[in-house]
């Protein structure tokens, strides 16, 4: 069976604040997916990134990178110079195939920036 | 259209009533999924199609969840006799891929559901 686990559930940072959202998955599948969902208030999630397990290369786009470390099953979030508008529910969530071909998403960690 | 439509956007149900739950996908898109979010939890998978074809519904908790994909475009998922356990957020996702491992998802803003 899939896991995906955010141990952090809620963060609160001042405007400018660097933060990083962890999330450490398990699976049995070698050829399998990981995602970022961000959901806003308004209910909708927005994707953010995926990554495949053949790819450990991290990835940085604008204020957003993400570390991908297979020895350690985890897919870390960091956004650099926090903004307002980065306040969220931030999931975390991993595809595998045949079977596991469902995405399985953590619960969640709630994000407020403070101005 | 644009995005992912969920229609209506918030249901409030009395116990033992029958509901409709709407998803228009993006145009085009070959694969639906449906999911369940309770308060404060991560969504959790129900059901999933492939064109009109339900090839996934593990996830439905009970035989009170129906759901149907006639057309291969618009799908509706209904519960029946509704129970005060079933109030959570519906969402609903679409990708175009028939890869489903190589999909991404976009969801809908979904419907949330409050059984009285």
């Known amino acids: 069976a899939q896991k995906v686990t955010q141990a952090q559930t809620e963060i609160s940072v001042v405007e400018k604040e660097d933060v990083t959202l962890d999330c450490v998955y398990e699976t049995r599948d070698t050829t399998y997916y990981l995602f970022w969902y961000k959901q806003p208030p308004s209910g909708e999630l927005v994707f953010l990134i995926r990554?495949?397990?053949?790819?450990?290369q991290n990835e940085i786009s604008g204020r957003y990178s993400w570390n991908f470390q297979k020895s350690t099953s985890s897919f870390n979030f960091t956004i650099t110079a926090s903004q307002v508008v980065d306040s969220a529910v931030y999931f975390c969530?991993?595809?595998?195939?045949?079977?596991?071909?469902?995405?399985?998403f953590g619960k969640g960690i709630t994000l407020s920036v403070r101005p | 259209g644009a995005g992912v439509s969920q229609s209506p956007r918030y249901k409030v149900a009395k116990r033992g009533q029958d509901v409709a739950l709407r998803c228009d996908p993006i145009?085009?898109?070959?694969?639906l999924f449906w999911y369940q979010q309770a308060l404060g939890q991560g969504p959790e998978f129900l059901t999933y199609f492939q064109n009109e074809a339900q090839l996934d519904k593990s996830g439905l908790p009970s035989d009170r969840f129906f759901a149907e994909r006639p057309e291969g475009s618009v799908s509706t998922l209904k519960i029946q006799r509704t129970q005060q356990e079933d109030s959570a957020v519906y969402l609903c996702?679409?990708?175009?891929?028939?890869?489903?491992?190589?999909?991404?998802?976009?969801f809908g803003a979904g419907t949330r559901l409050s059984v009285l």
């Open positions: 145009s085009g898109h070959v694969s």
């Open positions: 990554r495949n397990s053949f790819d450990e």
């Open positions: 969530a991993l595809l595998g195939t045949g079977a596991n071909s469902k995405l399985t």
């Open positions: 996702a679409s990708s175009f891929s028939r890869a489903l491992a190589k999909n991404i998802q976009y």
